[in-house]
């Protein structure tokens, strides 16, 4: 149901713009989370963005990634997007989307896949140096 898109390669410094759709669910009314991981370590979180029935919508970020990425809603698409700017080698990793009802927890590895009520299969993004 949750799908990511968007993922790729790209030189450090550069941008890429995450996508996250689904079928089946108004994602406005959930909470979307991102989150990253690499081979042989935990699930980390990086950015969220709560449900605007349960909160203001407001947006949290991983200190790691605050003031490059970016989270934002287009309800007309139902699709929330990660825009990642400035992007570094150590951004690499397979970028997961998942949802709940309940507000944004916290983002600090380990990340169970428990936290939240669906996941999509990820999207790979890989930055040279």
């Known amino acids: 149901q949750v799908v990511e898109s968007g993922g790729g390669l790209v030189q450090s410094g550069g941008s890429l713009r995450l996508s996250c759709t689904a079928s089946?669910?108004?994602?406005?009314?959930?909470?979307i989370g991102w989150f990253r991981q690499v081979p042989g370590k935990e699930r980390e979180g990086v950015s969220c963005?709560?449900?605007?029935?349960?909160?203001?919508?407001?947006?949290s970020y991983a200190d790691s990634v605050n003031g490059r990425f970016t989270i934002a809603r287009d309800t007309a698409k139902n699709t929330v997007y990660l825009q990642m700017n400035n992007l570094k080698p150590e951004d690499s990793a397979t970028y997961y989307c998942?949802?709940?009802?309940?507000?944004?927890?916290?983002?600090?590895?380990?990340?169970?896949?428990?936290?939240?009520?669906?996941w999509g299969q990820g999207t790979q993004v890989a930055v040279s140096s």
């Open positions: 998942a949802t709940r009802y309940r507000t944004c927890g916290r983002l600090e590895a380990p990340i169970s896949l428990a936290e939240y009520d669906y």
């Open positions: 963005i709560s449900s605007i029935k349960t909160t203001d919508g407001r947006e």
């Open positions: 089946g669910l108004r994602l406005d009314y959930w909470t």
